[in-house]
């Protein structure tokens, strides 16, 4: 997928200038039954942090291309964009406690930090939800659609989620939120990386390190889900069936 895809190879190149080149680790286990539990929560593929590691589930990807109409590609792409934010955006200084977005005429918040007796003490849901939301824009912007249920996972996460957070994702799976101009709440949409051209892989000079003001290390893993609702009774294969031989 690395090699045929400019924009993977791009942002893979832009996370390793921002920090460290994310390594990808091969969940085999997963894959090998080949069969999804009834009430599974699916996860395709996870960024941890405190590792910069990228873990990849190959028996749910097929699953996500096969039966939900998702893409392998944008998938890995989401996970490459989680790293690129868990770097850059893990000071205070580049977010504001709560942030916010606009989509479908609605805003929706997500607090990602709070200040405790003089010190940051991060909101996991919050920081997962809002980041999730970035990678929706990034995917949109530029893959023309979200394939990958980011979406739905920040819309699900916010402060003040809609009622039925997947089916308003799949509405605006292919339009890109506004964020809000900045104030003393609330910031500017953070810098998205620059995965267009070759200009994002040569040349670029290293950023020096912001203060993380302890927020680096409270980083918990991401997951990239590609279901979160109960499943009719039964089992469903994670591989797509083989048409028979004739």
């Given at each position: 997928m690395l090699l045929g895809s400019a924009l993977l190879r791009n942002i893979a190149v832009d996370v390793a200038y921002a920090g460290s080149s994310a390594r990808i680790a091969l969940d085999r286990v997963r894959a090998e039954p080949g069969f999804i539990p009834t009430s599974a929560t699916m996860t395709a593929g996870t960024y941890d942090p405190r590792t910069?590691?990228?873990?990849?589930?190959?028996?749910?990807?097929?699953?996500?291309?096969?039966?939900?109409?998702?893409?392998?590609?944008?998938?890995?792409?989401h996970e490459f964009d989680h790293a690129w934010y868990s770097e850059t955006t893990a000071s205070v200084a580049a977010v504001s406690p709560t942030m916010s977005a606009v989509i479908g005429a609605v805003t929706y918040r997500w607090t990602l930090y709070r200040r405790?007796?003089?010190?940051?003490?991060?909101?996991?849901?919050?920081?997962?939800?809002?980041?999730?939301?970035?990678?929706?824009?990034?995917?949109v912007a530029n893959f023309g659609s979200d394939k990958t249920g980011a979406l739905g996972e920040a819309l699900a996460?916010?402060?003040?989620?809609?009622?039925?957070?997947?089916?308003?994702?799949?509405?605006?799976?292919?339009?890109?939120?506004?964020?809000?101009?900045?104030?003393?709440?609330?910031?500017g949409r953070p810098a998205a990386p620059?995965?267009?051209?070759?200009s994002s892989c040569f040349g670029r000079v290293r950023a020096p390190k912001r203060r993380r003001e302890n927020l680096l290390p409270q980083l918990p893993p991401v997951d990239g889900v590609i279901g979160v609702v109960r499943r009719a009774q039964g089992s469903r294969r994670a591989f797509a069936r083989r048409a028979p031989r004739h």
């Open positions: 910069n590691t990228i873990g990849w589930y190959p028996g749910y990807i097929d699953y996500g291309v096969d039966h939900e109409g998702q893409s392998a590609v944008q998938m890995l792409f405790i007796r003089g010190g940051y003490r991060l909101d996991p849901v919050g920081w997962n939800g809002y980041q999730h939301m970035l990678v929706h824009d990034d995917l996460s916010a402060d003040n989620p809609p009622a039925f957070p997947l089916e308003t994702a799949r509405r605006f799976a292919d339009t890109r939120p506004w964020f809000p101009a900045g104030s003393n709440i609330q910031k620059p995965v267009r051209g070759v």
